[in-house]
């Protein structure tokens, strides 16, 4: 069964250490997000990257970079998207939160 739908896409860049009430910030974005009932959220860790600090962050052996960049990415629809912005509010202090519009193709082999 195929089925196609638009939907919200929530992607927020934070640091790998960046913390909210001594826990990661991504970890409490991701629990944060399943205990409002979104539809899924994954975290992926950068392998390089700059911010708003334009220091350099990777994960090369020889570098003393530290704090790689995170990306937590959550869709679901655009009124539970915009609902979890205010919660977003409260923990992200740096970082980058974006929100757009994406096409949804779902490919199931068996009904739910």
């Given at each position: 069964m195929k089925s196609h739908e638009t939907a919200a896409r929530l992607t927020i860049l934070v640091g790998e250490n960046d913390?909210?009430?001594?826990?990661?910030?991504?970890?409490?974005?991701?629990h944060r997000a399943h205990h409002m009932g979104l539809a899924g959220a994954s975290v992926f860790r950068g392998m390089e990257g700059y911010g708003a600090s334009s220091l350099i962050h990777t994960s090369r052996l020889l570098s003393l970079g530290e704090d790689l960049p995170v990306a937590v990415v959550i869709v679901d629809t655009r009124e539970k998207i915009t609902a979890f912005l205010a919660e977003?509010?409260?923990?992200?202090?740096?970082?980058?939160?974006?929100?757009?519009?994406?096409?949804v193709h779902r490919h199931r082999t068996r009904p739910r």
């Open positions: 913390q909210y009430r001594h826990r990661p910030l991504y970890a409490e974005i991701v977003l509010d409260e923990m992200v202090i740096d970082g980058l939160v974006l929100v757009d519009e994406v096409e």
